[in-house]
C-alpha cells in the first residue's frame, strides 16, 4: 500500500480513536469536571446524529454509486458524519480549557472528515452537517452544565 492511500486510511478510521486519548489524561490531570462535560456533550451529539440518519436518510457515496470505498462500512446513513461530529465536539469541548490544543484538535477533526470523503463513505456535506451538530451542541451543553453546577 503506496504512503498517500495508508494516511488516507488511517485518519479516515484511526485518528478518531487516537484524538480520545486527551480524555483519560486530563481525568488524571485533574479536570474530571472537564471530562465529565465532554462526556455528556458526546452523548447528546452521537444521539442527535443517530436520530438524524434514522429520519434524514441519505445513502453513502459507495450506495448504488461506481465508487468502492477504501475502508469497510455499512450502509446505512452517511448525513451528518458521527466521526466528525464527534470529533468537532471534541475540539469544541478542548478549547474551553486549551485555546491552542483546541484549535489543533480542530484541524485534526477537519482532517477526518475530509478523509472520510476521501475514502468514499461519506459526501462533503455529510462532514458539515456532522462539524455544525458539534459546533452547536458542545457550547450549549457546556454552559447549561455550568448553570447547574453553580445552582446546586
Known amino acids: 500500500m503506496d504512503l498517500p492511500r495508508f494516511l488516507i486510511i488511517f485518519c479516515a478510521e484511526y485518528l478518531f480513536f487516537l484524538v480520545f486519548l486527551i480524555l483519560p489524561f486530563f481525568w488524571f490531570k485533574g479536570r474530571r469536571l472537564w471530562v465529565f462535560k465532554t462526556v455528556v456533550a458526546l452523548a447528546i451529539v452521537f444521539s442527535i446524529v443517530g436520530v438524524t440518519k434514522h429520519y434524514l436518510y441519505t445513502p453513502r457515496p459507495f450506495v448504488g454509486g461506481n465508487i468502492i470505498p477504501l475502508i469497510k462500512h455499512e450502509s446505512d446513513g452517511a448525513f451528518p458524519s458521527n466521526h466528525t461530529a464527534l470529533a ?31 475514502t468514499g463513505v461519506h459526501y462533503g456535506v455529510d462532514i458539515l452537517g456532522g462539524t455544525l451538530v458539534g459546533l452547536i451542541v458542545t457550547p450549549l451543553v457546556h454552559r447549561v452544565d455550568d448553570y447547574f453546577i453553580k445552582k446546586y
Open 88 to 118: 468537532v465536539a471534541l475540539a469544541v469541548s478542548t478549547f474551553f480549557i486549551n485555546k491552542k490544543l483546541g484549535a489543533i484538535f480542530f484541524v485534526l477533526a477537519l482532517i477526518i472528515g475530509f478523509a472520510r470523503v476521501l
